[in-house]
């Protein structure tokens, strides 16, 4: 995840840019932009971890009984955002 990664997400969750300086740097989020910023966060990040589970599963030389574990995992990861 980059800088214009987070700052696509905070424009979805509805934070604006920065107030006028006049008023020194304040972000015009409330708790609810707050928090649907932080739930894409998190979104983007466990799919990450789901994806990266996958490759190994997915590189995994040997029978493919012996991913399962891997593909388990992924799909572990995938639930925490079904909670």
Do not use: H, T
Not at 47 to 74: K, L, S, T, V
């Amino acid at each position: 995840m980059n800088r214009e990664d987070i700052i696509k997400m905070a424009r979805e969750a509805g934070i604006k840019g920065p107030a006028p300086a006049r008023q020194g740097f304040k972000m015009y989020a409330n708790p609810q932009r707050l928090e649907a910023f932080a739930a894409l966060v998190a979104a983007r990040e466990r799919e990450a971890c789901a994806m990266e589970a996958e490759y190994e599963a997915a590189r995994w030389p040997y029978a493919p009984e012996c991913r399962e574990p891997c593909e388990d995992i992924a799909k572990s990861i995938r639930a925490r955002g079904e909670q």
